[in-house]
């Protein structure tokens, strides 16, 4: 029944809902950070705890991001025969290579100059960490998830088979899991000692810790119609199970805070049994809204499409970027936001202004040859898609400048003499190709 599933869903199109998804997770991870790095702008204890709590609320890029990379992956590979080779040739240009170079540039940018010797060593150690960066340890998360790709394709494929029990067994082990660690390894005795000590700094970056959420991504995928079916028809149900996750996840930040007076970083831990209930609840509401839009003009892309594939295709490069864009804001922006501004609009702007420059780079990358694969892509102008047909797509849209423009820029003699591609054909493309790299 998996394969059937799966052969199925591959036939259907561009998952429009994943790359929605996919850009709303970016975009959040930049806000995780920019309203983490404002606290200095809050002075009360009051606005302190209501800032922690969005940055618990937008906690969920992690598991996401997770649920997302193990989806694309199973969309893509399940039932196919996995070639180690090709798939690290295509993966190392694409993720492994990027993650490398941006590591190396923040050892030059972000930290502190050192002898040669001394700063190749901290620099391997960064690397083979993920510490290089703050935010790096999520390209490493989905590194150590491909070098357990075969394995887990073979769950997929046996245990798949049997959807609520494998959900079931991997639901109890998470939560046990994370209960066992936020009780005695994030507090008491243990949290200060050399190994709890070396755990706490480590754990977000170890991808078994995150396991339900790569088989939550995997069995949606294959049983990708099923799902989607499920969230159209139960939207109520949606919508209240992310009410309850998220006031579980408020409910425990003010019980440890406000009753048992520990701190706001333990009240707001990503490792806590509330977490799987709200990740749960988050990535149901945001795959029903996602999906109702993509299929509100259904057989044809919907309203919208280009601009969330393009932030879709840029994500990667926000995960890899945006940490930089975020400190040169931190020394220059911040300092000279105006006081006059009440403080909650000055971290929005913050976090407005970091994505908005972030993701305005990442679109120039995309179409320069070479820069762009510092983000992991092929240069959108060398692709299947390339100048002519992009600027074909914009015409239809924005008049008939576009529309001369890119009939000039196509010759008898290019590789794309057909006619411009209308919406619904890049649909038809199918999504193993456009999703089955991630990031």
């Known amino acids: 029944m998996a394969e059937h599933v799966t052969q199925t869903a591959a036939r259907r199109g561009r998952l429009y809902e994943i790359d929605a998804i996919r850009a709303v997770t970016a975009i959040c991870v930049v806000g995780v950070h920019a309203i983490t790095f404002t606290l200095i702008l ?38 196919r025969p996995f070639r180690a080779k090709a798939f690290w040739r295509k993966r190392g240009l694409g ?51 491909y070098l357990i790709l075969p394995w887990f394709l073979r769950l997929m494929t046996s245990a798949g088979r049997r959807p609520w029990l494998l959900l079931g067994v991997s639901f109890a082990v998470q939560v ?17 000692t050399a190994v709890g000590v070396f755990i706490n700094q480590n754990q977000s970056r170890v991808i078994l810790l995150y396991q339900f959420y790569a088989v939550l991504g995997g069995v949606a995928a294959l049983y990708m119609p099923q799902v989607r079916a499920f969230v159209l028809r139960h939207g109520r149900l949606v919508v209240a199970g992310f009410v309850l996750g998220l006031a579980l996840l408020w409910g425990n930040l003010w019980l440890q805070t406000a009753v048992w007076h520990k701190s706001i970083g333990y009240g707001i831990s990503v490792f806590q049994p509330a977490m799987v209930i709200y990740a749960i609840g988050i990535a149901a509401f945001l795959y029903w809204l996602a999906t ?35 400190e040169q804001a931190m020394v220059y922006l911040v300092p000279n936001l105006p006081v006059l ?9 913050t976090w407005a ?15 320069t040859p070479l820069l762009s694969r510092l983000i992991g892509h ?23 400048v576009g529309q001369s423009l890119a009939r000039v820029l196509r010759s008898p003699n290019a590789r794309e003499a057909e006619p411009a591609v209308r919406p619904a054909s890049v649909a038809e493309r199918g999504a193993v190709v456009a999703h089955r790299k991630e990031g």
């Open 42 to 79: 809050t002075h009360t204890n009051a606005g302190q705890l209501a800032q922690n709590a969005v940055v618990s609320a937008l906690h969920f890029t992690r598991e996401i991001f997770i649920a997302i990379t193990a989806f694309v992956m199973v969309y893509g590979y399940v039932n």
């Open 95 to 145: 993720v492994l290579l990027p993650y490398v170079l941006w590591s190396l540039f923040y050892e030059v940018a972000s930290k502190p100059p050192l002898l040669a010797g001394q700063w190749s060593v901290r620099a391997l150690s960064d690397i083979l960490s993920g510490v290089a960066s703050f935010q790096l340890y999520y390209i490493l998360l989905t590194l150590e998830f």
């Open 176 to 192: 046990v899991m994370l209960a066992l660690d936020y009780q005695f390894v994030q507090t008491g005795p243990f949290s200060t």
């Open 292 to 326: 109702r839009w993509a299929t509100r003009r259904a057989p044809h892309p919907p309203r919208g499409a280009g601009f969330w594939v393009l932030l879709s295709n840029a994500s990667f490069g926000v995960y890899l970027i945006h940490a930089y864009i975020l």
């Open 341 to 349: 501004l009440p403080e909650p609009l000055r971290v929005a702007l």
């Open 353 to 367: 202004l970091v994505a908005g420059v972030t993701v305005g780079i990442c679109v120039v990358f995309l179409y």
């Open 378 to 400: 092929p240069s959108m102008l060398s692709r299947e898609q390339g100048l002519g047909r992009w600027l074909a797509n914009a015409a239809q849209a924005g008049g008939h």
